[in-house]
T-cell receptor
């Protein structure tokens, strides 16, 4: 079965500090991995997906199939990064997207 | 202004009552989804529909029902069989069938039990 684990409910850092939001998954095939973000009073929206190998708002995420991880990283956190972050997985055979429980990132000045 | 519209923003349900949450999209997307968001549990899939007149159960479909009579609309009914309906409900859509396509989300409906 597909499963996404985000072990941290809350991650609190100071502005300028590095950030790593952890995401581990369990799936036997070739998954598609995503990070979604929900800023205060805004809709849930896509931050990035592994297939694009992109950097969005300074965030990157590398798919590590050996460790079944897709951690989200940013070298220098900004206050505006404070939000709820969800890791998600979709397998190649079905349309449903499975979400983790989310990690709230709080960046303090 | 294209997007997904959910209504109402807040909804209250009485004991034994069925309530329907509306989700409309003008993005011409084929696939639509309903998720339930509970604190500490993330988003859980209730139902999804890949095409008009077709839908599949998600992980927590019990106590819910849906219909997909039009491409633009995917209403969710929370029935009296759903014993713990208080939650934030999110509707989403994707354009097609590719696994790497992103979901577009509505602004959500908060359902509470009186």
């Amino acid at each position: 079965a597909q499963r996404v684990t985000q072990p941290e409910k809350l991650l609190s850092v100071f502005k300028g500090a590095p950030v790593e939001l952890k995401c581990n998954y369990s799936y036997s095939g070739s998954p598609e991995l995503f990070w979604y973000v929900q800023y205060s009073r805004q809709r849930l929206q896509l931050l990035l997906r592994h297939i694009s190998r992109e950097s969005i708002k300074g965030f990157t995420a590398d798919l590590n199939k050996g460790e079944t991880s897709f951690h989200l990283k940013k070298p220098f956190a900004q206050e505006e990064d404070s939000a709820m972050y969800y890791c998600a997985l979709r397998n190649t055979g079905f349309q449903k997207l499975v979400f983790g429980t989310g990690t709230r990132l709080l960046v303090s000045p | 202004d294209g997007g997904i519209t959910q209504s109402p923003k807040y909804l209250f349900r009485k004991e034994g009552q069925n309530v329907t949450l509306s989700c409309e999209q003008n993005l011409n997307h084929d696939a639509m989804y309903w998720y339930r968001q509970d604190p500490g549990q993330g988003l859980r899939l209730i139902y999804y529909s890949q095409i008009v007149n077709d839908f599949q159960k998600g992980d927590i479909a019990e106590g819910y029902s849906v219909s997909r009579e039009k491409k633009e609309s995917f209403p969710l009914t929370v029935t009296s069989a759903q014993k713990n309906p208080t939650a934030f409900y999110l509707c989403a859509s994707t354009q097609g069938q590719e696994p790497n396509e992103k979901l577009f989300f509505g602004s959500g409906t908060q359902l509470s039990v009186l």
